[in-house]
């Protein structure tokens, strides 16, 4: 299909899908044929769910979570381990922790990792926050980093950071590959990795 050969609603649709990450041009316009193909049951009910999400997901002002509600429902468990925080980089990474279901704390999405590279420093990251919220009850942050090079260090970053506030700084140990992203990884990894934390 040439770029000329469909209305411009339809390359809009392209255009867009192709914005998601892992997602290239080509795939994209697979992706939008199958959707209008199967406009009733999937274009019209994933476009009102696109709809509903923008109106009702959040940002969790605690935790830096998505959610419907606030402070979202992890921050709100009462049945969580309020001694322990564990820092993630991305969302993604703390949906992969609960998938796991290797760990019961409250968590601190700090939205990426540093990179001076990318332009991308403390003040990018949900950093103030974490450091806010290191105070009794909270005994422990575990820093479960993607093991990269960034993500170590931002590690020894926080680990500074977090110096003098009285609270145990770990990170993860074995289990986790260099170079690994944390929402790739298998259950039986990361609950190794959580089981063999370390201190800083």
Do not use: F
Request: net charge neutral.
């Amino acid at each position: 299909m040439s770029k000329k050969s469909s209305g411009a609603e339809i390359e809009r649709l392209i255009a867009l899908l192709a914005r998601l990450p892992g997602l290239g041009h080509r795939s994209a316009r697979k992706a939008a044929l199958a959707l209008i193909k199967r406009r009733e049951d999937l274009l019209q009910p994933l476009a009102a769910a696109l709809s509903e999400a923008a109106q009702k997901i959040i940002p969790c002002p605690s935790c830096g979570n998505i959610d419907t509600v606030s402070p979202c429902t992890i921050c709100q468990d009462p049945r969580r381990d309020r001694s322990l925080i564990v820092v993630v980089e991305e969302i993604a990474d703390l949906w992969a922790l609960e998938r796991a279901g290797v760990v019961n704390a409250l968590y601190h999405v700090l939205g990426g990792h540093l990179s001076p590279l990318d332009g991308i420093g403390p003040e990018e990251l949900n950093v103030v926050r974490l450091i806010e919220r290191a105070v009794p009850p909270v005994k422990e942050v575990l820093l479960a980093l993607n093991a990269t090079v960034e993500g170590q260090s931002t590690a020894h970053y926080l680990t500074e950071q977090l110096h003098g506030h009285g609270v145990a700084v770990t990170r993860l140990a074995q289990g986790v590959p260099i170079g690994g992203e944390l929402d790739y990884l298998d259950e039986g990894t990361l609950a190794a990795a959580i089981k063999s934390r370390r201190p800083l």
